[in-house]
């Protein structure tokens, strides 16, 4: 049975220790709030005052529960006062020796039984442990900012922490409404160990000058539902912190990936750490405001004006070619649906139709509206029959050769000066532009799917892609309620850039058996607030498909961290799939 833990020190009241100490007196506990001076205090409860006065304004919190939470925390600047407590959480700046320091003063002054945290988000806690007379009372629990709001917990153990230990902390952190993985003591545990080297890659991404910050940041908002994206999210780390857990972690791993971008160490040096100095890869208009003063609503590209877009051709009956015709078709457009068959045609427009049934009967649609889109659509076989079209988007199967023939195809017929796109996910497009006597005239536009619902589109420029082409999709972006992001010619465009070299470290981490597949999962989902966690997301996608586009990455950029994790090879040799098979990381067959 879990021992009960009543009373309880907080060591530093920054952002973090304050959030902490606000979690455990809202759950009953008795705090103690140690700070090293009284501004220190002041500050603290500064914090803690403006917080709880958000949640009575929030209604999250009336105002009696209020100051009897503040009425559960007592404040000092001495640690002589943690003397009867039963556990004491350390949550101060991250650095090895002060925090080694901080617990050496503790082992004088606590009881045996006493239980030691650090709420570290990088450094080891066996290090921290070794250097304390009680090792195997010494735990990590990691919370995440802001500690009131997020559930998650990482719970690290040492290969000498005590497992009494370990059941008082979980039961603990469940007491305080939190969900608590618990992992083993390695640089950043499941969540900054993945999260950080999707940020480093974004901020390399950004150097190299292969996107802006609004577009990346979009391109992962947009295409993969992240709350925030990866700039923003470091100006609101903080990036400093995030340097430093970077630092951290290539130490330990000696991963190339986690070696911190350069610009990150400038940057620093400039004084920009992000939000709490009001600059950072954005300007705010005050220090630790979230309102950025500089933002680029619109991507940024140098504008041209458009050619004119009255008609087009969909090459293609897949999921993908039948969502973008839907897209053409409800904003006005007169679309050609080009099929290798009559019967592929006429199927591919019962699915369209199909779709458009659905919309009306939820009311995102009248009747009318849906008949008229249906009757702006007209089947096809001959590739003649794309002619006259202003903008023609190839949504074929992802095989270089099938997609050069079909850009040769419409290289003869169709008129001069109309745009012609490609929806690859994964292939070079100047391959497909290769293939045509205009290569001026060629550029990737990349729906996500399902192409009515997703609002991101990567236009992927090649070095022949003419500037009024780009403007071109731009405008028809615009005019059909996508948001479009810009990057060049290389293997993953913007997401698949930076979302499969994580998934493919999440493989890594689960073959090291470091955690579990459902841990890993409720890790990123709760700590990070993603939509979806990665084994969750590699099954939906396909191992097949995810194994595809991970060499193709590789091979692209021979990066030896985008090797493919060997699991993820073996899983689809075995023809575990994911999803579609019934099996992957996840067994679908018994649900």
Do not use: W
């Not at 940041?217 to 990036?239: K, N, Q, V």
């Not at 911190?260 to 709490?276: C, D, E, F, V």
């Not at 051709?313 to 409800?330: C, L, P, R, S």
């Amino acid at each position: 049975m879990a021992r009960e833990i009543s009373s309880v020190g907080v060591i530093g009241l920054g952002t973090m220790g304050a959030g902490i100490a606000e979690v455990l007196a809202r759950s009953g506990v008795s705090v103690v709030a140690v700070e090293i001076d009284d501004d220190g205090v002041h500050r603290g409860r500064g914090h803690l005052e403006h917080s709880t006065e958000r949640a009575v304004s929030g209604g999250k919190l009336d105002a009696d529960g209020r100051d009897a939470l503040l009425g559960r925390i007592r404040y000092t600047t001495s640690l002589t006062e943690l003397s009867d407590v039963d556990l004491v959480i350390e949550a101060i700046p991250e650095n090895l020796e002060a925090k080694t320091d901080v617990f050496a003063e503790l082992d004088k002054i606590t009881g045996p039984d006493t239980i030691f945290v650090s709420n570290t988000s990088s450094l080891s806690i066996t290090e921290i442990g070794v250097r304390t007379a009680r090792p195997g009372k010494v735990v990590g629990m990691h919370f995440f900012n802001p500690a009131p709001i997020l559930k998650l917990v990482e719970i690290v153990r040492t290969v000498v922490t005590e497992p009494d230990v370990i059941t008082d902390v979980v039961a603990f952190a469940e007491r305080l409404g939190k969900t608590p993985v618990v992992i083993g003591d390695r640089a950043g545990f499941i969540a900054n160990a993945l999260l950080f080297g999707y940020l480093n890659h974004a901020v390399r991404m950004f150097e190299q000058r292969y996107a802006t910050r609004e577009d990346l940041d979009a391109a992962m908002r947009f295409g993969c539902g992240y709350p925030m994206g990866p700039l923003a999210l470091l100006d609101l780390i903080g990036l400093d912190t995030a340097y430093e857990i970077l630092d951290t972690m290539y130490h330990q791993s000696r991963n190339r990936l986690h070696a911190p971008a350069p610009l990150l160490k400038q940057m620093i040096t400039a004084g920009l750490l992000g939000r709490k100095t009001g600059q950072g890869f954005y300007t705010y208009d005050e220090p630790d405001s979230p309102t950025v003063t500089d933002a680029v609503t619109k991507s940024t590209v140098d504008t041209v004006a458009p050619r004119e877009v009255r008609k087009v051709g969909v090459v293609g009956t897949g999921t993908m070619a039948t969502g973008i015709v839907e897209v053409f078709a409800k904003r006005g457009y007169e679309v050609i649906l080009r099929a290798r068959s009559a019967e592929k045609a006429a199927a591919s427009v019962a699915r369209v139709k199909k779709s458009l049934d659905k919309a009306v009967v939820k009311g995102k649609l009248s009747e009318e509206d849906a008949a008229a889109a249906l009757g702006r659509i007209s089947p096809a076989v001959e590739f003649d029959e794309l002619a006259d079209v202003d903008l023609v988007v190839e949504a074929v199967a992802e095989d270089l050769a099938v997609k050069q023939a079909v850009f040769a195809a419409l290289d003869d017929v169709v008129k001069p000066g109309a745009v012609l796109a490609t929806t690859t996910s994964s292939l070079p497009v100047i391959e497909c532009a290769a293939a045509t006597s205009r290569p001026s005239d060629v550029v990737g536009v990349h729906f996500f799917n399902p192409a009515p619902v997703m609002k991101l589109v990567e236009v992927v420029s090649t070095i022949a892609t003419a500037p009024d082409v780009i403007a071109t999709v731009d405008a028809v972006c615009a005019a059909v309620g996508k948001h479009p992001v810009h990057c060049g010619d290389r293997a993953g465009f913007i997401v698949n850039a930076l979302l499969f070299p994580y998934l493919n470290d999440a493989v890594k981490m689960l073959e090291a058996h470091y955690a579990e597949a459902d841990d890993i999962d409720t890790a990123m989902k709760v700590g990070c607030g993603l939509p979806m966690g990665p084994f969750e997301l590699l099954d939906v996608v396909g191992l097949d498909v995810s194994l595809a586009i991970q060499r193709t990455l590789f091979n692209e950029f021979r990066e030896e961290g985008f090797a493919p994790a060997p699991l993820l090879e073996h899983l689809v040799t075995a023809g575990r799939l994911g999803r579609k098979t019934g099996k992957g990381f996840k067994d679908y067959s018994a649900r």
